[in-house]
């Protein structure tokens, strides 16, 4: 079955201490997003990558950054996480090839988050 | 700015029963979507239904549909026939206008649903 995957799926890291989390999917599509998701909280965009042009939310701290070597994958790096940092992280998809598709939705597709854990 | 509200943080339903999850929303755009999406436990965000602002009819996926009242600027989603497996949290977002490039999502702060024998 096409889909996103995470990995990990949990994450424990140290206050300072550099984390990658991984994202990749079968889906091909050209657009791909990392959300920050705090407890409780509605999903946040920090940004995404339509192909390979990544756009940043205005208000992403500048300790989160992304990387996309190619359509599949996607990776956020965090550069030296902070307690505030603690959260479930979600990668999704969604398909944009500059002309709307009638009967497409361009719905996003999620996956499993990473739940990251900073001691 | 877009806004999405969500104002029941928690409803009870028993199995087999109807519930409606209210979503409000504002905006300023004349073209836009809207999303519900659930978040069982496990985390992962699986799509549910879609309603675009010029569709005339209610969108209705199997046991979902959508009561989409646009001069309320509402979107409530109806659940018939509940099934514990239906035990969530739900999210109604909406998508900015349309530029082709992306499909931003705006989420309201969910519901949690718990469904009961």
């Known amino acids: 079955d096409a889909m996103v995957i995470q990995n990990p799926r949990y994450q424990v890291t140290q206050f300072g201490k550099p984390v990658t989390l991984s994202c990749s999917q079968t889906?091909?599509?050209?657009?791909m997003y990392w959300y920050q998701q705090k407890s409780s909280q509605a999903p946040k965009l920090l940004f995404h990558?339509?192909?390979?042009?990544?756009?940043n939310e205005a208000d992403t701290p500048d300790n989160f950054q992304s990387r996309r070597p190619n359509t599949s994958f996607c990776f956020l790096d965090i550069r030296s996480p902070g307690l505030g940092d603690a959260a479930m992280y979600l990668c999704?998809?969604?398909?944009?090839?500059?002309?709307?598709?009638?009967?497409?939705?361009?719905?996003?597709?999620f996956g499993p988050g990473t739940r990251l854990t900073v001691l | 700015a877009q806004k999405i509200t969500q104002t029941q943080p928690g409803m009870f339903v028993q199995e087999k029963e109807a519930v409606t999850l209210d979503c409000t929303y504002d905006t300023s755009d004349q073209s836009y979507g809207l999303f519900w999406y659930k978040q069982p436990s496990s985390g992962e965000m699986i799509f549910l239904i879609y309603q675009g602002s010029y569709d005339e009819q209610n969108a209705t996926e199997g046991r979902y549909s959508l009561n989409f009242q646009k001069a309320r600027k509402s979107a409530n989603l109806v659940i018939s026939a509940s099934q514990l497996g239906d035990s969530a949290m739900y999210f109604c977002?909406?998508?900015?206008?349309?530029?082709?490039?992306?499909?931003?999502?705006?989420f309201g702060t969910g519901t949690r649903l718990q469904v009961t024998l």
């Open positions: 977002a909406m998508r900015e206008a349309y530029t082709g490039t992306a499909s931003k999502l705006t």
């Open positions: 889906l091909n599509h050209n657009v």
């Open positions: 990558y339509y192909d390979k042009d990544f756009n």
């Open positions: 999704a998809t969604s398909s944009h090839r500059g002309v709307r598709v009638k009967g497409s939705y361009n719905e996003q597709f």
